[in-house]
Structure formats: structure tokens, C-alpha cells
């Protein structure tokens, strides 16, 4: 595994831990909520890039694509 996987796998589990630290921290706060869905948003986006970047030679990534474009409309 490249250097840039690895940085998208840390990436991705950095916003999911401060989105559940945020939103755990008063749950019932609209700002607390909404930040946990954009962080978790961005994780996954995060991981639709990692998707990619992983089969981009072995196959045709167009759903994955497509995917990831549409999370990154939903942040």
C-alpha cells in the first residue's frame, strides 16, 4: 500500500473520531449535529477518493466516481 492510501485511511478516521467527539460532546445542540453529519460526509467522500485511487488500473471506477461526486454536493 502507497503512501497516498495511507494518508486517505488516516484522513478518514481522523474526521469520523472528531465528528463522534463533537457530536457526543451535547448531542442535543444543532451545531453539534450538524458538524458530526459534515465530518462524517467528508469521510466519506474521503473514501470514495480512496476507492478510486485503490482500482483506478485493475477496473472502471465510473460508480465510484459518481459516488464521490455526489458527496462532495451533499458537504
Known sequence: ?????LALIFVICVNILLGAFV????????????????TLTIAAWTF??????????DSNPIHWVRITYALGTFM
Open 48 to 57: 470514495g477518493v480512496f476507492e478510486i485511487v485503490s482500482i483506478w488500473r
Open 23 to 38: 457530536y457526543l460532546r451535547d448531542r442535543k445542540n444543532a451545531v453539534n449535529v450538524s458538524f458530526g453529519i459534515l
Open 1 to 5: 500500500m502507497d503512501t497516498n492510501r
